[in-house]
């Protein structure tokens, strides 16, 4: 076999050029798995909720989504450092599955223990709202509420970055 010469190997500029090549990859690598984890590394919040059925008028059920304890979360799409925000799902007796939308009408935005959220229906679908009062006063401009199907509802609530499911909540109406 004949030896290697010193003709016979890269030259400086080209190893130089592919070492450079290299480090760049590398430090791609390492930017897109920091930015590509950096929503898992999220913590999910943590709640405990309890739901039920509450008639707002005669023809008109609404369910309420009270906050027992855990997190601070944003139910209105808003970013918050405090807070992680949340989407919620409707799952019919029909076994039919909504994405519930915000409602035009929010006093506060964020949800925390203590407090009260309400899914209703209207024409435009299901909505959330944390002043279920204030959205019945506005009936005239945003139309009445449709009353809800007797039977049992799973109410889910999603952690929107990451798509997570924190919890679900059986209601029973009827």
Do not use: C
């Not at 430090?27 to 919040?45: E, R």
């Not at 807070?83 to 964020?110: I, K, M, W």
């Not at 679908?125 to 799973?154: F, S």
Request: aromatic content about 6%; overall charge neutral; cysteine-free.
């Amino acid at each position: 076999m004949p030896a290697a010469g010193p003709g016979r190997g890269l030259s400086h500029t080209v190893s130089m050029l592919l070492l450079v090549i290299l480090v760049v990859l590398i430090v791609l690598l390492v930017i897109g798995m920091l930015t590509g984890f950096a929503g898992i590394l999220q913590n999910t919040p943590l709640i405990a909720v309890r739901g039920s059925g509450f008639n707002t008028s005669p023809g008109a059920t609404v369910i309420t989504l009270s906050h027992l304890g855990g997190d601070r979360v944003a139910i209105d799409n808003l970013s918050r450092e405090d807070s992680v925000e949340v989407r919620f799902l409707v799952g019919t007796p029909s076994n039919v599955t909504y994405d519930v939308g915000l409602s035009p009408v929010l006093a506060q935005g964020s949800w925390v223990k203590g407090g009260s959220i309400f899914i209703y229906r209207d024409r435009s679908g299901y909505r959330v709202t944390d002043d279920i009062q204030q959205r019945i006063e506005e009936g005239r401009t945003l139309g009445p509420l449709v009353d809800l199907q007797r039977g049992t509802w799973i109410i889910s609530i999603v952690d929107s970055k990451t798509d997570v499911l924190i919890t679900a909540v059986r209601v029973i109406i009827g």
